[in-house]
């Protein structure tokens, strides 16, 4: 009886060789996220580039049908040129928001969210030195910003626990004496927690 088992069990192996999905995207479930990026264009080194950079750290939790909460902070730097020089512009900010699943593959490896955050945080201009190089003062101050972001998501599944992540995302910050508009892509990974 032991041997006809262990046969049984042999052929069973054998002939249910198919895939095995993990399940994703479950109600609950949470994973960390990083992202990096562009801010208003190609990032250039030159003295005359206009662009800038962000990266951040967030919390993606699942909702129902493949939904998500996100909350994190994000550091963002622009630069604006001045004569021979880049002043900095940088933006220390936190976020939440809501995304909606808008399109998705039977296999749960692609999706596609829109998603719509409220945005507060800090500002800084040329890190709080107002007098210039060549004795010109900045009229411009750090100060407290406030806003929201619009932000369009496609994640791939890696593995069962890795995900890729591409966005798109533009944000509109009240309060800022320098720019209230930015516009942003770059690409993450999140690491699926549970």
């Known amino acids: 009886m032991k041997r006809v088992t262990i046969i049984l069990t042999l052929v069973l192996c054998f002939a249910l060789t198919g895939g095995a999905y993990a399940q994703r995207c479950l109600p609950g479930m949470r994973g960390i996220q990083v992202t990096g990026g562009m801010v208003d264009g190609f990032y250039s080194s030159s003295t005359d580039s206009e662009t800038g950079y962000s990266f951040g750290v967030s919390m993606a939790t699942y909702a129902r049908h493949g939904n998500k909460w996100v909350f994190g902070a994000e550091y963002l730097q622009r630069y604006y040129p001045y004569k021979d020089i880049r002043l900095p512009v940088a933006q220390f900010t936190a976020e939440g928001g809501y995304f909606l699943n808008i399109i998705s593959d039977p296999s749960k490896t692609f999706f596609l969210s829109l ?50 992540l591409l966005t798109g995302r533009e ?11 930015h516009t942003q892509f770059g690409i993450g990974l999140r690491f699926m927690l549970n």
Do not use: P
Request: no cysteine; net charge negative; glycine share 14%.
């Open 115 to 164: 998603g719509g955050s409220a945005v507060a945080g800090y500002e800084t201009v040329n890190w709080g030195e107002k007098l210039l190089f060549d004795g010109s003062t900045l009229q411009s101050r750090d100060r407290f910003v406030y806003g929201g972001a619009i932000t369009l998501e496609m994640e791939t599944y890696l593995t069962d626990r890795v995900v890729l």
């Open 171 to 181: 944000r509109i910050l009240f309060g800022s004496d320098v720019s209230k508009f």
